[in-house]
């Protein structure tokens, strides 16, 4: 079982920046694909961003192209997402997740974190 914590979310101004992250309890994390996830009220959960178990290979959602970065230190069992020229329409619960593959599909995700709330104001 792997538990994934997220933390660095919050309210910010449009064309600001966040840094969200997601620790996780494994020591096998570095075996794991990670990616980010989103929802916003109403919407489906969608995929954001994710990276391979070295961080080495990296995709993204068009939406966040050109402006959100995933990483992730594999000695501290975290993976990072950095948020800048954020948009109103950025605005969702963003999850971690932990998995297997190289796709944006949410089944390929078996452990998911509860969730941190970012809020992007006009």
């Known amino acids: 079982q792997v538990q994934l914590v997220e933390s660095g979310g919050g309210l910010v101004q449009a064309g600001g920046s966040l840094r969200l992250s997601c620790a996780a309890s494994t020591r096998t994390f570095s075996t794991y694909t990670m990616g980010w996830f989103r929802q916003a009220p109403g919407k489906e959960r969608e995929f954001v961003a994710g990276?391979?178990?070295?961080?080495?290979?990296?995709w993204y959602a068009d939406s966040v192209k050109g402006r959100f970065t995933i990483s992730r230190d594999n000695a501290k069992n975290t993976v990072y997402l950095q948020m800048n020229s954020l948009k109103p329409e950025d605005t969702a619960v963003y999850y971690c997740?932990?998995?297997?593959?190289?796709?944006?599909?949410?089944?390929?995700?078996?452990?998911w974190g509860q969730g941190t709330q970012v809020t992007v104001s006009s």
């Open positions: 990276c391979s178990w070295s961080g080495g290979v990296t």
């Open positions: 997740a932990a998995g297997f593959g190289s796709t944006g599909s949410v089944n390929q995700y078996i452990y």
